[in-house]
């Protein structure tokens, strides 16, 4: 039961954790807008771009680090087994959980770049820690310009709505490795029909 009790404060501690990044990337995206992603009086309630997929980013982080997906998920899952060890060391976490929590990050991205150090990751690869930084966000930038342009493409936006969300894009705070996934680029109006 002790164990258990342990697995889940780690767990829970880490979930939020993560909730508290993408609370914090979604908040300054929006910008104190109170309707949020497409703001009041757009048709929907919500709008804007919605965060990419842990895959997706990853693959698109992996093309701007000039290194292949397999190596940057490799950095990714040992950096979350490293972080899964330093708590068993710490005592905060039973090793027999320890196994479990590895399985757990080496069969789902998104919880393995959750726990794993963006530190950690950087080594692992190899680089330092603000290029990971800056090539997330620039990955991040690049599939929020794609999601742009298919929906110009789509014809659920205007050239002048396209350009000015990217625009947007381009003087947003985007967040770099430990950003979460739903980066919010809302920009507090546009389309609601963007998803």
């Known amino acids: 039961m002790k164990d258990l009790l342990k697995r889940s404060s780690l767990i829970a501690a880490l979930a939020l954790t993560a909730l508290l ?21 757009v048709p929907g309630g919500k709008g804007g771009l919605r ?4 895959s997706a980013l990853v693959t698109e982080a992996a093309k701007q680090l000039d290194v292949t997906r397999a190596k940057l998920v490799d950095a990714i899952e040992k950096a979350a ?14 090793a027999g959980d320890a196994a479990d ?9 998104r919880f393995a770049m959750d726990i794993s ?10 680089v330092a820690t603000a290029k990971l930084n800056t090539e997330f966000r620039d990955a991040r930038r690049a599939l929020a310009t794609a999601r742009i342009n298919d929906a110009l493409a789509d014809g659920d936006i205007d050239a002048d709505e396209a350009a000015e969300l990217k625009d947007e894009l381009a003087d947003a705070d985007v967040p770099g490795y ?6 919010g680029f809302g920009f507090g109006h546009g389309p609601s029909r963007l998803r």
């Open 81 to 94: 087994a490293t972080r899964i060890d330093e708590a068993v060391e710490d005592g905060d976490l039973d």
């Open 51 to 54: 965060g990419a997929s842990a």
């Open 21 to 41: 990044a993408v609370s914090v990337a979604t908040a300054s995206a929006h910008r104190g807008d109170p309707g949020g992603p497409g703001g009041p009086g």
């Open 101 to 109: 929590l590895k399985e757990e990050a080496a069969d789902h991205l």
């Open 117 to 126: 150090r963006t530190r950690t990751v950087a080594a692992n690869l190899g």
């Open 178 to 183: 430990k950003g979460g996934f739903g980066f």
